[in-house]
């Protein structure tokens, strides 16, 4: 029985995993300690993953080594790329997963995971170094004593969480698992600075119990049309060609309250924890509550709702935008009046909890905290929602941790490399106010973020630290070499008026007057890879024989191809954008340096650059209140 390890990683949700992973992967001995072993990688909330801005970062974990891409991908149920009706910059892949199969998938990777040990326990303290302050290791319940390097705190929702269910309050992290205490109370002694959030979670329906054909099924994209040909639809979240989604596909069904569900609601409103002052802690804007949607929006007559399978095969089904912390009977009155619930049973009723969070500006980039050395944070304990952002910031955590050990330097990614790089920018740099949820429109650089590049983008820099395997790296040079070539055919292959016009004129496309070259054709609006195929012999050619001889990864060299193609010019001038902002970046800033002593800025910009030390003066930028006119006498003080 080991008791000395280089990392131990507190909490086994999706921040947990990846962390956990990541560190034994990179050489690092590692200890994962969970409080319940079944639930790894719980779905707490909806039974799926990725979404708007959230399924680029699944892509980025995949494309950077870790496992969330791929644990999806074998555990699918559905998929949809959404955002297709706009540009390539803001397509999001998404995903309904098994519940149960995506946790035992990921239980599957851990115990398969050279120098990583799992051991099911809850920590009730830190041990510290007296000398430095910094951690040495962890006490459990059990009153078991592990050591360690480095630790990695992923709580999620457990520190001191209370749940609510209308007047019942019970504590707890998640329905039937126990809270965690004493880590709050002893981080704060060390300066920690800790505030409260809440979050909420939907009822849980039987299907037996729904009238489906009140219902609108929504299908995922398991088939799509190619030059009037129906093939499987290729896309998933990881980049390894052999991935592929297996399980059985199934709809998810949409429904809507109405005018008698909302009075149910409004009628009852004083027994909603939310408004009769039971919870004083912040919720997430984007994701409200039943009430706060009848309360916001009060001039609409209906919500849209979702019905989404919680498995392969069975019943249960989460109503995803029902969230709710009102008792039971008026959760349950409330969807009996919508005609395809009404003969609802329900497995169990929605709730809120409340929970412990640390202030992100008080940590580096590399997620250590800047109060306690050798002591990490990622996931909801940051302030942040979603699986997506707490294993983007799991997976950085872990990487770090374990460099650390080895004396390297950590591993940050910047804001115009990664989403992920946004992400833990903006936690760090600007703090949250709210749960922070990801959304495109964070990112300065979305065209240069797109989620069919980040193999391109990440993959290197995975394989360079050890995380991505030599099959990964060479499957992202293949797919780079096929698409250039790809490129340089459009852009030699000649297209003649006789051969395309026809098919200009279905596109409502101008007609040529002469020839024109494959690559001009493509970047028309309107136009796609295919249609450019089904006029040039050569182009169709190409694509079959990328077919016959990639059959799983074709498809994904295509389109990486037309996107290219299509949005040079943009991705150009935003990657020139990008390099010209970059050099704020490489503008130091003393970790000592006074601010308090700088009268020419002011006062707001005093206080928040000293509260959160940016290292260089492009994280100073960044923060809000502090104005141009403040970096510029930065800058001048720095003689730059």
């Known amino acids: 029985m080991r008791y000395?390890?280089?990392?131990?990683?507190?909490?086994?949700?999706?921040?947990?995993?990846?962390?956990?992973?990541?560190?034994?992967?990179?050489g690092a001995t590692t200890l994962l300690l969970t409080s319940d072993m079944n639930r790894i990688a719980q779905m707490s909330c909806n039974p799926a993953v990725g979404g708007i801005a959230k399924g680029q970062?699944?892509?980025?974990?995949?494309?950077?080594?870790?496992?969330?891409?791929?644990?999806?991908?074998?555990?699918?149920?559905?998929?949809?790329?959404?955002?297709?009706?706009?540009?390539?910059?803001?397509?999001?892949?998404?995903?309904?997963?098994?519940?149960?199969?995506?946790?035992?998938?990921?239980?599957?990777?851990?115990?398969?995971?050279?120098?990583?040990?799992?051991?099911?326990?809850?920590?009730?303290?830190?041990?510290?170094?007296?000398?430095?302050?910094?951690?040495?290791?962890?006490?459990?319940?059990?009153?078991?004593?592990?050591r360690a390097k480095k630790i990695v705190l992923t709580a999620g929702t457990f520190l001191n969480g209370e749940m609510h269910f209308g007047q019942v309050r019970l504590p707890g992290g998640r329905i039937s698992e126990t809270a965690s205490y004493g880590l709050t109370e002893q981080l704060a002694e060390r300066g920690l600075r800790v505030q409260r959030m809440k979050t909420g979670t939907p009822v849980r329906i039987d299907g037996k119990s729904v009238d489906f054909s009140l219902t609108?099924?929504?299908?995922?994209?398991?088939?799509?049309?190619?030059?009037?040909?129906?093939?499987?639809?290729?896309?998933?979240?990881?980049?390894?060609?052999?991935?592929?989604?297996?399980?059985?596909?199934?709809?998810?069904?949409?429904?809507?309250?109405n005018a008698e569900a909302h009075k149910i609601l409004r009628d009852n409103l004083d027994q909603s924890p939310l408004y009769n002052g039971q919870i004083q802690s912040i919720g997430p804007r984007y994701c409200p509550s039943i009430e706060t949607k009848i309360v916001t929006f009060a001039d609409k007559e209906s919500h849209q709702l979702f019905l989404e399978p919680e498995g392969e095969t069975t019943e249960e089904y989460y109503l995803n935008g029902f969230s709710s912390s009102l008792p039971m009977e008026v959760q349950i009155a409330s969807l009996e009046s919508v005609p395809a619930l009404r003969n609802l049973q329900i497995y169990r009723p929605g709730y809120a909890i409340e929970y412990d969070f640390f202030d992100p500006t008080q940590l580096n980039h590399s997620l250590e905290s800047r109060l306690v050395s050798g002591l990490y944070l990622a996931g909801q304990v940051n302030g942040t929602t979603g699986y997506e952002e707490a294993a983007g910031q799991g997976l950085m955590a872990g990487i770090n941790a374990a460099r650390s050990v080895k004396g390297e330097e950590p591993v940050v990614l910047s804001r115009d490399e990664a989403y992920i790089g946004v992400l833990i920018d903006d936690l760090v740099i600007k703090g949250v106010d709210e749960p922070y949820r990801m959304f495109t429109s964070r990112a300065e650089y979305r065209i240069l973020l797109r989620q069919d590049d980040a193999d391109m983008r990440l993959t290197p820099l995975g394989f360079k630290i050890g995380l991505a395997s030599q099959h990964r790296f060479d499957t992202m040079q293949l797919k780079k070499r096929e698409r250039d070539a790809l490129i340089a055919l459009c852009s030699e292959v000649k297209i003649t008026a006789a051969q395309a016009n026809e098919m200009l004129t279905s596109h409502g496309s101008a007609q040529l007057q002469g020839g024109s070259r494959a690559k001009d054709l493509l970047s028309r609006p309107g136009l796609s890879f295919a249609d450019i195929a089904g006029v040039s012999p050569e182009i169709s050619a190409r694509a079959e024989e990328l077919r016959e001889k990639y059959p799983l990864l074709a498809s994904e060299i295509i389109e990486a191809a037309e996107i290219l193609i299509k949005y040079e010019g943009y991705i150009a001038r935003e990657r020139q954008l990008a390099e010209k902002l970059h050099r704020l970046e490489h503008v130091k800033l003393p970790a000592d340096f006074d601010y308090e002593g700088v009268q020419a800025i002011s006062t707001e910009a005093r206080q928040k650059l000293t509260r959160v030390r940016p290292s260089t003066v492009g994280q100073a930028s960044r923060i809000p209140g502090v104005s141009p006119a403040d970096i510029n006498v930065l800058l001048l003080l720095l003689h730059r």
């Open 57 to 146: 970062i699944v892509r980025e974990i995949d494309a950077l080594g870790g496992m969330m891409g791929i644990v999806t991908d074998r555990t699918a149920i559905q998929f949809r790329m959404l955002n297709r009706s706009k540009g390539p910059a803001v397509w999001s892949p998404r995903s309904q997963s098994d519940r149960t199969r995506f946790s035992d998938e990921w239980r599957r990777v851990l115990d398969a995971t050279q120098g990583l040990d799992i051991f099911q326990d809850t920590v009730v303290a830190l041990t510290f170094h007296d000398e430095s302050g910094g951690v040495s290791g962890v006490r459990t319940t059990l009153g078991v004593h592990f």
């Open 216 to 257: 609108q099924p929504q299908s995922g994209e398991d088939e799509v049309l190619e030059n009037g040909v129906v093939i499987r639809d290729f896309h998933k979240f990881s980049y390894l060609p052999e991935v592929q989604r297996t399980l059985t596909p199934r709809n998810c069904f949409i429904l809507h309250t």
């Open 4 to 26: 000395d390890y280089d990392v131990i990683v507190i909490g086994g949700g999706h921040a947990g995993c990846e962390a956990a992973h990541a560190a034994a992967t990179l």
